[in-house]
């Protein structure tokens, strides 16, 4: 199966970016984190050979995609962490995303698959964790729950009890939270945004991270808006709800 | 002022050296004494003498006139110097390295070379910069001086107290030492890593960019640059030779006189008009970008057109000494790039030039 022209060009652009990101992590993170992850997604994208594989085991050469394995951010965020004695805190992002090219600037899903990964470890008289998926549901998956298409799933002490004894965590299924999807790019700014918000403003200043940041939002975030406020008439005028950023900071 | 004085070594023909020695005297800002290179041996027996009544040392790059029995090159008596230099034998000072254009392009990786033992390199050229050539050497050898009248203390070489705030790993090297480096690699540091690629220090080309300014169409740069931005200039050592700006303390400067607002976040026109709101000056004119570009979130210049783009609009060039990961990459831009003007595109960049020139629709 040849990957076209037209697809190879696309993943071009998309590997110079992700090019462009990596370069930026490794200057703001001040040497902390290690980009080797990003640049084997970036060989993935320029590979010819490498389609991605679909949930339903198909592949179709009009998809473009990339795998981000053991990709891992420090965090600086521990305020509010338990148990106590917790030092070192790490996240761990997996994620694979698969969209079609041809999608890419329309008001459709940007994506076909996602899984975006989180493993949040912390190291203090033992090792501990947590961690959080956001996903694109499969359409051909049976469920009971219904899953909105991208959810985020997580688990955490649901009462903020103080004193409550982590070894106790009940693990069961919490609740598929509607999320919007992401890619690298984007899920860099969340993570930051949450984990290490001093990186993240330091990013916010760098005028190569804000032009990636809001033209990855545009074709990714904008759609899934827009189509879910497409679900109500309105007039744009009779928004009040603003500015944007009480929704949500990090859309710039 | 003092008036510095540099020894040049040259095997060319008593006229063109001569041309030279007189160029570069220009102004009275700089002496310089021409004289022929002997052979190897006694030239560094010589130079070890004479050194100390100079400030700083001019050496073409190939020293192989008919005269001497075996040829030799600048960087050799460069490396000899140095290490002579550091074990306390003669007096540091600034070497300098010259040649025609066509020699520094043809002699195998002279930018390495020159990278490696020299603090700066001009070219012999047909109507060289003269003036400019003389204050960036007599900057060098001013900054020799300094760098050891401050007893290599980096926030007075830097001028600049709160280097905290820096990336940690820029000036690592320097931390935790029994004792000062040679002065060669406090100069080699702020010349060849802060001025010479954009990072936390940028030239005023970058900073118009990052302030969506178009230089040549604003009466007011120089009032903006000169005021509100004024403590974003670079005043450390080597200032009087290059002129450079702070990225971060400029940033800071935009957001905390907007109230809160980022220049990486608005377009040129925003930026420009937050500016005028701000200082009160109305003749700044926004960039527009070059053509086939879009965008004017500009970030970055083309190394070619030295004009402000998007780095999303760019391609990173080829270098044949790598960025440091504190460092920023330099671009050029699509009209370069399909023009073959400037410096090469980065290897990885190929495909994609390619592909954007055969989507360009036909004329």
């Given at each position: 199966?040849n990957?076209s022209?037209h697809?190879?060009?696309f993943?071009?652009?998309?590997a110079?970016?992700l090019?462009?990101?990596?370069?930026l992590?490794?200057?703001n993170?001040?040497?902390s984190?290690n980009?080797?992850?990003i640049?084997?997604?970036i060989?993935?994208l320029?590979?010819p050979?490498?389609?991605p594989?679909?949930?339903?085991g198909?592949v179709?050469?009009e998809?473009?995609?990339?795998e981000?394995e053991d990709?891992v951010?420090?965090?600086?965020?521990?305020?509010?962490?338990?148990?106590?004695?917790?030092?070192?805190v790490?996240?761990?992002l997996?994620?694979k995303?698969?969209a079609?090219?041809?999608e890419?600037e329309t008001?459709s899903d940007?994506?076909c698959?996602?899984n975006f990964?989180v493993?949040?470890?912390?190291?203090?008289?033992q090792?501990?964790?947590s961690g959080f998926h956001?996903d694109r549901?499969?359409?051909g998956?049976?469920?009971i729950?219904?899953?909105?298409?991208?959810?985020?799933q997580?688990?955490?002490?649901?009462?903020?009890e103080?004193g409550f004894?982590?070894?106790?965590?009940?693990?069961?299924?919490t609740?598929?939270?509607?999320?919007?999807?992401m890619?690298?790019?984007?899920?860099?700014?969340?993570?930051?945004s949450n984990y290490s918000?001093s990186?993240?403003?330091?990013?916010?200043?760098?005028?190569?991270?804000?032009?990636?940041?809001?033209?990855?939002?545009e074709?990714i975030?904008?759609?899934?808006s827009?189509?879910?406020?497409?679900h109500?008439?309105?007039?744009?005028?009779?928004?009040?709800?603003?500015?944007?950023?009480t929704?949500?900071?990090?859309?710039? | 002022?003092a008036?510095y004085?540099?020894?040049y070594l040259d095997?060319?023909?008593?006229?063109?050296?001569a041309?030279?020695?007189d160029g570069l005297k220009?102004?009275?800002?700089?002496?310089?004494?021409?004289e022929?290179?002997?052979?190897f041996?006694?030239?560094?027996a010589d130079?070890k003498?004479?050194?100390?009544?100079f400030?700083?040392?001019?050496?073409?790059l190939?020293?192989d006139?008919k005269k001497?029995?075996?040829?030799?090159?600048?960087?050799a008596?460069?490396?000899?110097l140095?290490?002579i230099?550091a074990?306390?034998?003669i007096?540091?000072?600034p070497?300098?390295?010259?040649?025609?254009?066509a020699?520094m392009?043809?002699?195998?990786?002279?930018?390495?070379?020159?990278?490696?033992h020299?603090?700066?390199?001009?070219t012999?050229q047909?109507s060289?910069?003269w003036?400019?050539f003389?204050?960036?050497?007599?900057a060098l050898?001013?900054g020799?001086?300094?760098i050891?009248?401050v007893r290599?203390n980096?926030p007075?070489?830097l001028?600049?107290?709160?280097?905290?705030?820096?990336?940690?790993?820029?000036?690592?090297v320097?931390?935790?030492?029994?004792?000062p480096l040679?002065?060669?690699d406090?100069?080699?540091?702020v010349?060849k890593?802060?001025?010479h690629?954009?990072?936390?220090?940028i030239?005023?080309k970058l900073?118009?960019a990052r302030?969506?300014?178009?230089?040549?169409?604003?009466?007011?740069w120089q009032?903006?640059?000169?005021?509100?931005f004024s403590?974003a200039a670079?005043?450390?050592?080597?200032s009087?030779?290059w002129q450079r700006w702070?990225?971060?303390?400029?940033?800071?400067?935009?957001?905390?006189a907007?109230?809160?607002?980022?220049?990486?976040m608005l377009?040129?026109?925003?930026?420009?008009?937050?500016?005028s709101?701000?200082?009160?000056?109305k003749?700044?004119?926004?960039?527009?970008?070059l053509e086939?570009?879009k965008?004017t979130?500009?970030?970055?210049v083309c190394e070619?057109?030295?004009?402000?783009?998007?780095?999303?609009?760019?391609?990173?060039?080829h270098?044949?000494?790598?960025p440091?990961a504190?460092?920023?990459?330099r671009?050029?831009s699509?009209l370069?790039?399909v023009?073959?003007?400037?410096p090469k595109?980065?290897?990885?960049e190929?495909n994609?030039?390619q592909?954007?020139k055969?989507?360009?629709p036909?004329?």
């Amino acid at each position: 199966m040849n990957v076209s022209k037209h697809t190879m060009h696309f993943r071009e652009s998309r590997a110079s970016e992700l090019e462009l990101i990596a370069k930026l992590l490794n200057k703001n993170f001040n040497g902390s984190i290690n980009s080797y992850p990003i640049f084997n997604a970036i060989n993935q994208l320029r590979n010819p050979n490498y389609i991605p594989t679909l949930k339903d085991g198909s592949v179709n050469p009009e998809c473009w995609g990339y795998e981000i394995e053991d990709f891992v951010i420090p965090v600086e965020t521990l305020k509010h962490i338990k148990p106590d004695g917790i030092k070192n805190v790490e996240l761990i992002l997996n994620m694979k995303v698969i969209a079609n090219y041809k999608e890419w600037e329309t008001l459709s899903d940007p994506l076909c698959d996602l899984n975006f990964n989180v493993v949040i470890r912390g190291i203090g008289e033992q090792t501990c964790y947590s961690g959080f998926h956001i996903d694109r549901h499969f359409d051909g998956a049976a469920s009971i729950e219904p899953h909105p298409i991208y959810h985020l799933q997580h688990s955490s002490n649901p009462y903020k009890e103080e004193g409550f004894d982590y070894g106790r965590t009940l693990s069961l299924d919490t609740p598929r939270i509607m999320h919007y999807p992401m890619d690298f790019i984007l899920g860099i700014g969340f993570l930051t945004s949450n984990y290490s918000p001093s990186i993240f403003y330091n990013l916010l200043d760098d005028g190569t991270f804000t032009n990636l940041y809001r033209q990855y939002q545009e074709r990714i975030w904008k759609p899934f808006s827009h189509s879910l406020a497409d679900h109500w008439t309105f007039n744009k005028g009779d928004i009040v709800w603003k500015p944007t950023s009480t929704l949500c900071p990090f859309i710039i | 002022m003092a008036k510095y004085k540099f020894l040049y070594l040259d095997d060319e023909s008593d006229e063109s050296t001569a041309a030279i020695a007189d160029g570069l005297k220009i102004k009275d800002i700089i002496d310089v004494i021409p004289e022929e290179p002997k052979i190897f041996k006694d030239e560094i027996a010589d130079l070890k003498n004479r050194l100390k009544d100079f400030d700083g040392l001019i050496l073409d790059l190939r020293l192989d006139g008919k005269k001497l029995d075996i040829a030799y090159n600048a960087p050799a008596i460069a490396q000899e110097l140095r290490m002579i230099a550091a074990e306390g034998g003669i007096k540091p000072i600034p070497i300098i390295l010259c040649s025609t254009d066509a020699k520094m392009r043809a002699t195998y990786e002279v930018e390495k070379i020159c990278h490696e033992h020299f603090d700066y390199k001009f070219t012999k050229q047909d109507s060289p910069p003269w003036e400019k050539f003389a204050r960036k050497l007599a900057a060098l050898a001013r900054g020799y001086q300094f760098i050891n009248e401050v007893r290599y203390n980096i926030p007075k070489i830097l001028n600049r107290e709160d280097l905290t705030t820096l990336d940690p790993r820029i000036l690592e090297v320097f931390n935790g030492i029994e004792k000062p480096l040679p002065i060669y690699d406090y100069a080699s540091f702020v010349v060849k890593d802060l001025f010479h690629q954009p990072g936390v220090l940028i030239k005023e080309k970058l900073l118009a960019a990052r302030l969506g300014v178009d230089i040549s169409k604003s009466e007011d740069w120089q009032k903006l640059v000169g005021g509100l931005f004024s403590k974003a200039a670079y005043t450390g050592v080597f200032s009087d030779g290059w002129q450079r700006w702070w990225s971060d303390i400029a940033i800071n400067i935009f957001r905390e006189a907007s109230k809160g607002k980022r220049l990486s976040m608005l377009n040129a026109a925003d930026r420009v008009k937050a500016l005028s709101e701000i200082s009160g000056l109305k003749n700044i004119v926004a960039a527009t970008p070059l053509e086939y570009n879009k965008s004017t979130n500009f970030w970055t210049v083309c190394e070619f057109y030295k004009a402000p783009l998007d780095p999303l609009e760019g391609f990173k060039i080829h270098t044949t000494i790598q960025p440091k990961a504190w460092q920023e990459d330099r671009f050029i831009s699509f009209l370069a790039a399909v023009t073959k003007k400037g410096p090469k595109p980065h290897s990885s960049e190929l495909n994609r030039i390619q592909a954007i020139k055969e989507e360009l629709p036909k004329k």
